[in-house]
Structures are given as structure tokens and as C-alpha cells.
């Protein structure tokens, strides 16, 4: 074992190709100037991850290629500090949670705080980084990371919860993107963890109610929350919301889905001079309805990531008022990840936020 305290070689998820995984031994990486080197304690999956490890994102340059390693919701210690990184309090022995974005930090977007639109997005050359979609990210025992990318958390949360820090800032960045005025009422497309997140933010933020569109199992666990729900399988998701809302639709409306038509529909179940947010990535066209939107002037928010917002949600979660315990169902090691993946993938026993533990 060297002096940083890590062995020398590891265990590391490797894409080989769509849809095609293997866990391999790889050297353990040396951090370099102002990164840490992390053992990983939890790495959640996410949608995104689902869509990077199909291929789908692959126009996109997510990953760029193979081998390609995933990963960009994880909670971990830091083991070992690259130069420059212990004399800005990031030392041995941290328990940090870690995020995907690491903006360059000197460009127009950077300065202004919006590093999730760094204008040099895809130069680590530049020291720009998106860790788990085109840098190598942190489905691995030890995982090497800009300092910008993670946060120191308080003794009072698990590193399970850590893990959940991530997913949990971006749902906040969206409620906060979207804006919640005092007794508003919500509608929030997508009983996923983005859902059951974003619904609580907003109802930390000064909704008086929240209603939660979807379907399936996860809507069961919306309704054992405490949010009201309504099941688009059944009924027209839309003109439901309405129906609860004397005809008027939600004052705000967060989709968390973006998938067929959901965009327009969070339009259609939107008030007038309402706001419609979207969080998840859409990958098909959808039209939306255009003259609503000018005749009832309404606000359209696109959210990409989490700028600013890991700092906010972390004491959130340590002092209990955001509970992301509920939406973590499963753990796995990593190398039961294809176990992990399609228990993810098919919602297998109720799963939300799967958990993978490659130092098990
Ligand atoms: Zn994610
Ligand atoms: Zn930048």
C-alpha cells in the first residue's frame, strides 16, 4: 500500500459498448493539482446513467468512447490530496459528497456562478470536467475528482445520504428555477426520486400543496408521503390537475420526466401565467403549445444540473427537513452491477434510487 493509504490497483465498472459492462481491475489514479483522491463509500444510478450506458446520449458525446467508466452521484472519503488541495480545506480523511460539473472556473459563465454552462464545456484541456458523462466518473473503488466537484458534509449525514446529495441539488436548482410563491400549488410530472425530491423542496419553499402526476409503483410511495396524486394511466394527467384545482391547473408545474408528450402536458396542466420548469433531458421532439404559452404568458425554464445548489441542500438533508432515506430502495456491491442496473432499469421490488458500494 503507498503512502496515500490506497492500494495500488482496483476494481472499476468499464463500458465496453452499449448496453455491454464488466467490472475490471485498473491502477489505482493519482490526484492531481487541487484534486482529491477518494475511497468511494455509495454511488447512486441515475436516469441519465441508463441512457449513457445505452447509448443513447452517444450524439452527444456521452462517453465520447470506449472503455468509458460511469458514474456522478457518490458520497466517498478523501484518501489522498493533490497538490494544492489540503491548503483550501479539502484534507485526508474528509467525508465528502461528490458532483458531476466541474466548470473550468475562469470563463464569463464560470465567474457569473453558472459553471453548469461553462463556455468551455468538453476541454479538460481548458480544466473543464463533467465527471460520469464524458470524464472518467466514480462507478469505482477510488475515484479522483476536481475539488470543485465535491462538498464537505456535517457529521450528522450518512454517506448514504451523501450519495443522494446530487440528485437532491438538482432537484432544487429546478424548483428553485421555476419559483414557488407562498401557497402555490405544485404539479410535478414523475413519481422518481426527481419527483419525490422536488415535490418536498417545494413544499420546504411555501407550497401549500403538491400534486404528483405518473404512474406505477413509485406513485404509491408519492401517496405514503403525503402528496396527492394522480395516475396518468387511468386518467388524462392534465385535466386532472384542473379538475383539482378549480379548473384553474397548478401555479408551477416541474417536469421531471421529459419523455412523449409530458412537456406539453406540464403546459396544459399549468395556470394562467403559470411556470413550467423541465429537469430531464427530452429525447424525442414534442410540440408544444405555442399560442398558450403566448396568450396566457406563461415562463418556461430549461435546468441543467445543480450551480450552487450542493451547498444549499446539504444541511436540507443533515438536519432532516429533506428525506432522501425514502427514495434510496436498494444497495449492491459493484460487482453485483448488472444485478443493481436491472433492478434500476425494470423497477424491480418498488426501486427508486439504487445504490452501488464498490468498497462493500
Ligand atoms: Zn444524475
Ligand atoms: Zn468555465
Redesign the pocket.
Known amino acids: 500500500m503507498p503512502a496515500n493509504g490506497a492500494p495500488t490497483e482496483m476494481d472499476t465498472l468499464v463500458l465496453l459498448g452499449p448496453n455491454e459492462f464488466e467490472v475490471q481491475k485498473a491502477p489505482v489514479p493519482e490526484p492531481g493539482h487541487h484534486e482529491v483522491l477518494c475511497e468511494v463509500h455509495s454511488v447512486?444510478i441515475?436516469?441519465?446513467?441508463k441512457e449513457i450506458i445505452s447509448g443513447n446520449f452517444l450524439k452527444k458525446g456521452w462517453p465520447r468512447g470506449y472503455p468509458y467508466t460511469p458514474g456522478?452521484?457518490w458520497s466517498g472519503v478523501i484518501v489522498a490530496a493533490g497538490e494544492g488541495s489540503s491548503e483550501l480545506g479539502f484534507e485526508v480523511g474528509s467525508r465528502v459528497t461528490g458532483t458531476?460539473h466541474d466548470g473550468c472556473g475562469v470563463c464569463r459563465m464560470c465567474a457569473i456562478g453558472r459553471y453548469n454552462l461553462c463556455d468551455n464545456y468538453g476541454h479538460e484541456e481548458r480544466g473543464h470536467h463533467h465527471y460520469?458523462h464524458y470524464s472518467i466518473g466514480a462507478m469505482r473503488q477510488f475515484h479522483n475528482t476536481s475539488i470543485k466537484s465535491v462538498f464537505k458534509i456535517p457529521d450528522t449525514m450518512t454517506l448514504e445520504q451523501a450519495a443522494l446529495v446530487?440528485?437532491s441539488s438538482?432537484a432544487l436548482h429546478a424548483v428553485k428555477r421555476v419559483g414557488v410563491g407562498p401557497g402555490e400549488v405544485g404539479a410535478i410530472i414523475g413519481p422518481g426520486a426527481q419527483g419525490l425530491l422536488a415535490g418536498q423542496i417545494a413544499n420546504l419553499l411555501g407550497a401549500s400543496r403538491v400534486i404528483i402526476v405518473g404512474r406505477g409503483e413509485r406513485l404509491k410511495t408519492a401517496a405514503k408521503m403525503g402528496f396527492e396524486i394522480v395516475d396518468n394511466s387511468k386518467t388524462d394527467g392534465p385535466e386532472a390537475v384542473r379538475a383539482l384545482t378549480d379548473g384553474k391547473g397548478a401555479h408551477f408545474t416541474v417536469d421531471t420526466a421529459a419523455r412523449g408528450n409530458t412537456p406539453a402536458d406540464a403546459v396544459s396542466m399549468t395556470r394562467k401565467g403559470g411556470r413550467v420548469s423541465l429537469i430531464g433531458v427530452p429525447l424525442e421532439p414534442c410540440v408544444l403549445p405555442l399560442q398558450r404559452i403566448v396568450f396566457e404568458e406563461m415562463d418556461f425554464f430549461g435546468v441543467r444540473a445543480n450551480p450552487g445548489t450542493c451547498d444549499e441542500v446539504i444541511p436540507l438533508i443533515a438536519e432532516g427537513n429533506l428525506d432522501v432515506d425514502v427514495v434510496t430502495t436498494h444497495r449492491f456491491p459493484l460487482t453485483d452491477f448488472a444485478e443493481a442496473y436491472r433492478t434500476f432499469t425494470e423497477r424491480i421490488d418498488g426501486a427508486i434510487k439504487v445504490l452501488i458500494q464498490p468498497n462493500l
Open positions: 447512486a441515475c436516469g441519465t446513467d456522478h452521484e458531476a460520469g446530487d440528485a438538482i
